[in-house]
């Protein structure tokens, strides 16, 4: 688990069935900020546990890229952010080559 400073311990996991997904230990212990992300995970719980970790350290030009988001078949990316960033708070952008490729910048 999370320390109670927000800092990342070795335990850290995102667990989703047999799929695992470990935080490199002592990423997140800085205070810089995340200039860019990519998610690719398909999935609900590891999406959104890492948009979680996250969200502390974004700062005004971070991108957020998601391979599918707006998915049928894989709907873990769009509920996760959703809940934890919303739709509405920042303009999403799509890749012009597939339209399942988006990103957001955070503007604010």
Do not use: H, K, W
């Not at 999935?43 to 700062?59: I, K, V």
């Not at 873990?76 to 934890?84: D, F």
């Amino acid at each position: 688990m999370s320390s109670a400073a927000g800092r990342l311990t070795r335990a850290d996991r995102l667990d989703s069935g047999s799929s695992r997904t470990r935080l490199a230990a002592g990423s997140g212990t800085s205070s810089a900020g995340n200039a860019q992300s990519s998610f690719d995970f398909d999935l609900y719980a590891p999406t959104r546990r890492c948009l979680e970790l996250l969200l502390p350290r974004l700062t005004r030009g971070s991108v957020i890229a998601f391979d599918e988001l707006n998915s049928p078949e894989f709907p873990g990316e769009t509920l996760a952010l959703m809940e934890t960033i919303g739709l509405s708070r920042y303009a999403i952008r799509r890749s012009p080559l597939n339209p399942l490729v988006a990103y957001l910048v955070i503007d604010g």
